[in-house]
């Protein structure tokens, strides 16, 4: 990475180490939501995202602060040049990945939601959205569209020139345009839906599902090896209906309950009071068009306790 965009001309004076690092801790400690939520929206995994919080404060505490006229965007340039690397060697780890792969979910708070464009950028539909683009094009994605960054300081982070992140913003945009929810819902409008299919499921009433889910709807899961789900996508109302209707028949080891995920609406599945499935769900005019269910144990601990994310 340039040392020099980003940062002030001229001389400054050099601050005594244990200040030096004062101030380092200080900025990072100020942003780390925001670093980890371009690292986890550039990755969809909180623990990699971590990991790249660790290589970006190696590499932030080492930086001299006096050149650095711009902390917050100089910090999300390191962060993005070492979710960007990561992602590259999280993608070969995907390809013998057991049955679908999906995002790990977090327990976000509820002001989250009120944040729409922070809502939907973290939300599981658009994580999946952007799991459809190339690496280096999620990247350029991800900070200009969601964290406007400029076009210069996306190229250095990404190690393209400017006209050329230009062009790859401009094909990011209209491919996840064509792919993203169709028509948007409120969050009034989504919780009434989704507490409409919980009552539905509770009671396994079928025809209640057939009319709340989309007839396209696709149904994902993700249990990474370790526990069953269902190995392929599943596709169409009148399949994933009886799937869903079938988690009734825990019975009163069972509990299903509301939480937001991920900045949206969202079920949390437990049995004998330990969580079994984190169930997100997409919308498209008013119906049910992805359910995506989380069963993964290693991905489950971030829905225990909130994560902040920030934009």
């Known amino acids: 990475m340039s ?14 180490h244990g200040d030096r690092m004062n101030s380092a801790t200080e900025a990072f400690v100020a942003h780390r939501s925001l670093l980890f939520t371009v690292a986890y929206e550039m990755l969809g995994s909180a623990a990699d995202a971590e990991d790249v919080l660790q290589e970006t404060w190696l590499r932030w505490a080492g930086v001299d602060l006096g050149t650095v006229r711009d902390q917050r965007a ?24 057991v049955g679908p792969w999906l995002p ?34 999620r990247a350029v994605f991800v900070l200009r569209e969601v964290f406007d960054l400029q076009y210069d300081e996306i190229a250095e982070a990404v190690g393209k020139s400017p006209a050329a992140v230009r062009q790859i913003a401009h094909r990011a945009r209209a491919h996840v345009a064509a792919r993203r929810p169709r028509g948007a819902v409120s969050r009034a409008e989504a919780q009434d839906v989704l507490d409409a299919f919980r009552r539905a499921v509770e009671t396994g009433d079928l025809q209640r599902l057939l009319d709340i889910l989309a007839p396209d709807v696709v149904l994902l899961g993700d249990g990474g090896g370790v526990v ?17 209707a079938g988690l009734a028949r825990f019975g009163a080891a069972a509990s299903l309950g509301s939480a937001q995920v991920n900045g949206c609406p969202a079920l949390v599945l437990r049995l004998n009071g330990e969580i079994d499935t984190v169930l997100a769900v997409r919308f498209d005019d008013g119906l049910i068009t992805g359910l995506y269910a989380v069963r993964n144990p290693e991905k489950l601990s971030r829905v225990e306790r909130e994560t902040a994310v920030s934009r």
Request: aromatic content about 2%; overall charge negative; cysteine-free.
């Open 74 to 97: 100089f910090l999300v340039r390191i962060t993005a040049r070492q979710a960007l690397m990561r992602l590259r060697t999280l993608r070969r780890r995907k390809e013998s990945y």
């Open 3 to 16: 040392e020099s965009s980003g940062r002030a001309g001229g001389t400054a004076e050099p601050l005594a």
């Open 228 to 244: 069953r789900a269902v190995p392929a996508p599943v596709t169409g109302a009148g399949e994933v209906a009886p799937l869903v």
């Open 104 to 137: 790990e979910p977090l327990l976000t708070a509820p002001d989250v939601a009120e944040d729409v464009e922070l809502a939907d950028s973290v939300s599981m539909a658009m994580l999946l959205v952007l799991e459809t683009l190339g690496p280096t094009e």
